[in-house]
């Protein structure tokens, strides 16, 4: 079975501070990683995945995560966020031919 | 994303009655997924299905939760005798194929609400 956890449920920023958002995993098998985000009100939209290859992976948005597997985890990181960026962000795992488990949000909160 | 269409978007029910929530696949797309997001928590995981085939419904609750997608028309989650518990947002998404290294694009979600 897999897990995700998110370390931080809620992360207030500055506007033009970096942030990272946290995630770790546990999963005996081979995995897919994923970030969405998710505006108030909306569906998830998807920022980036991890498939194979190159462990640091660009998404939309400015946003990047690196893999570590090692330490089993996939954080998420901007250099330099903006208001615009306030929103939930999920981080989810999915095996091979399997389905999506996603960790609990971490609500990242951008202020002026 | 637009393409997955989720109707209605808002729904109140009293308790005893029943949700049906419909979920339109995007074009092309014969896989879908649905997702429950209960207040304060992430989504969980509740049916996977094929045009006609459910595929995986270890996240369904055993009782009052049905799911179904015709070969033709939207997939339609079911939910009998509602209660306050069930009130949270359902998403759809749907892929092309069942594999996940495929974009699953989700849905706006139907927000059910049991008073």
């Known amino acids: 079975a897999q897990s995700v956890t998110q370390l931080d449920s809620q992360v207030p920023v500055f506007e033009e501070a970096p942030v990272e958002l946290r995630c770790n995993y546990s999963?005996?098998?081979?995995?897919?990683l994923f970030w969405y985000v998710q505006y108030p009100n909306q569906g998830l939209q998807l920022l980036l995945k991890?498939?194979?290859?190159?462990?640091l992976v660009k998404g939309i948005n400015g946003f990047e995560a690196e893999f570590n597997k090692s330490q089993t985890s996939f954080h998420l990181r901007k250099p330099s966020v903006h208001i615009s960026d306030t929103a939930e962000y999920f981080c989810?795992?999915?095996?091979?031919?399997?389905?999506?488990?996603f960790g609990q949000g971490t609500e990242l909160s951008v202020k002026p | 994303n637009a393409g997955v269409m989720q109707n209605p978007r808002h729904l109140v029910r009293r308790r005893g009655q029943e949700a049906r929530l419909r979920c339109s696949p995007m074009?092309?797309?014969?896989?879908v997924y649905w997702y429950r997001q209960l207040p304060e928590e992430g989504l969980k995981f509740m049916v996977y299905?094929?045009?006609?085939?459910?595929?995986?419904e270890s996240g369904m609750p055993k009782e009052r939760f049905s799911a179904e997608f015709p070969k033709e028309g939207p997939s339609i989650l079911r939910i009998q005798q509602v209660v306050r518990g069930d009130s949270a947002a359902y998403f759809c998404?749907?892929?092309?194929?069942?594999?996940?290294?495929?974009?699953?694009?989700f849905g706006e979600g139907s927000w059910l609400t049991v008073v």
């Open positions: 989810a795992v999915a095996p091979l031919g399997g389905k999506l488990i």
């Open positions: 991890y498939l194979s290859g190159s462990t």
């Open positions: 299905l094929q045009k006609e085939n459910i595929i995986d």
């Open positions: 998404a749907s892929s092309p194929l069942g594999e996940i290294r495929n974009t699953i694009y």
């Open positions: 999963s005996s098998v081979s995995v897919y």
């Open positions: 074009k092309g797309h014969s896989h």
